[in-house]
């Protein structure tokens, strides 16, 4: 059985009864993050035949996007929201600007990272510090800083066969926005974690409207 990891918290969306009638990869869709609001393609956020509302709020900013090229989703790809796997789709969480998350505090969870989990050098790579899980070795945690003076947790769940996959999952708190950032890619792609997140915020700057 494939194992996969679950990212905390749940997602909120309030909409009308009506169903999803967008169908068009192309078009805008409206979205509202807990007050931020945000002009998306539908593409980033489901695959076109799922279809969406025209606008719709919620909680926390969700969206898709392929590593390296950035394309978002069409009706051939798996379908990350029926949980279909692709090592190559980014999944991408974010909270609204300046929300103050209470109990997020990284450099905690640093601290805890590492008298919980054992250090190993051998993992050590790409600027992060590996700490390896203490009753299961597949289990690897990552401390790092994303940007200076603002550090960064990822863990991974590594595979350790052929019929499994390996997904990682990074959080930090954005030191400008001040706002929750969540990254899941597959622990092939770990090697560009930093790309991945500059990616990220790059759309998150293009959809985000004041």
Not at 27 to 35: E, N, P
Request: hydrophobic share 35%.
């Amino acid at each position: 059985m494939k194992k996969l990891f679950l990212l905390s918290g749940s997602l909120l969306i309030l909409v009308s009864c009506t169903k999803p009638n967008i169908y068009n990869p192309n078009i805008r869709i409206k979205v509202g993050v807990d007050g931020d609001n945000y002009i998306i393609p539908l593409n980033h956020i489901v695959r076109p035949d799922t279809g969406s509302y025209a606008s719709f709020k919620t909680d926390m900013g969700l969206s898709y996007f392929f590593w390296p090229s950035g394309r978002g989703l069409t009706n051939e790809d798996e379908d990350p929201n029926a949980l279909q796997y692709d090592a190559n789709i980014i999944k991408f969480h974010w909270s609204a600007m300046n929300s103050v998350i209470e109990g997020n505090d990284m450099l905690t969870r640093v601290d805890i990272i590492k008298k919980t989990n054992r250090k190993d050098i051998r993992h050590d790579n790409f600027e992060l510090k590996a700490y390896v899980d203490t009753e299961d070795n597949s289990i690897l945690s990552y401390v790092g800083n994303i940007y200076p003076n603002s550090s960064t947790t990822i863990r991974c769940l590594m595979a350790t066969n052929n019929d499994q996959n390996s997904v990682c999952q990074m959080e930090y708190l954005h030191p400008i926005y001040n706002n929750n950032v969540l990254l899941e890619f597959s622990g092939k792609n770990l090697a560009n974690w930093q790309a991945i997140n500059t990616m990220a915020i790059n759309y998150l700057d293009k959809w985000h409207k004041d």
